[in-house]
């Protein structure tokens, strides 16, 4: 879902990109605007998660005990996953031409 929501974003966002390339953005800078992109929805899914998760825990018959260890835990396969997921938008960015900027390009 991240890596879909990412390269959305990435798509939608092709002019500013072109622009940064014209400018002289390297490569390294632009990809690391779409993982910092990429993390931010990763990291604010898991706060409001775990903020339900506390907020609700006690309403339910059964329960899942989640010891801080496993927080940790899921929260670093949350990083994995987010930087894999960014991956496919900073492949899109990096193959837009600068000319798109300009008007030459879709």
Do not use: H, N, W
Not at 13 to 26: E, F, N, Q, S
Not at 78 to 102: E, K, N, P, Y
């Amino acid at each position: 879902m991240i890596a879909l929501i990412v390269y959305t974003m990435t798509i939608e966002k092709t002019r500013d990109i072109a622009t940064l390339k014209i400018i002289g953005a390297p490569d390294r800078t632009i990809g690391a605007m779409i993982l910092q992109e990429a993390l931010a929805l990763g990291l604010a899914g898991f706060a409001v998660g775990a903020l339900l998760i506390q907020l609700t825990y006690d309403r339910f018959p059964r329960r899942v005990i989640l010891m801080p260890f496993d927080q940790f835990v899921l929260l670093g396969i949350v990083v994995v996953i987010c930087v894999a997921a960014s991956g496919l938008g900073v492949r899109r960015a990096l193959g837009i031409d600068a000319t798109t900027a300009m008007g030459g390009g879709a």
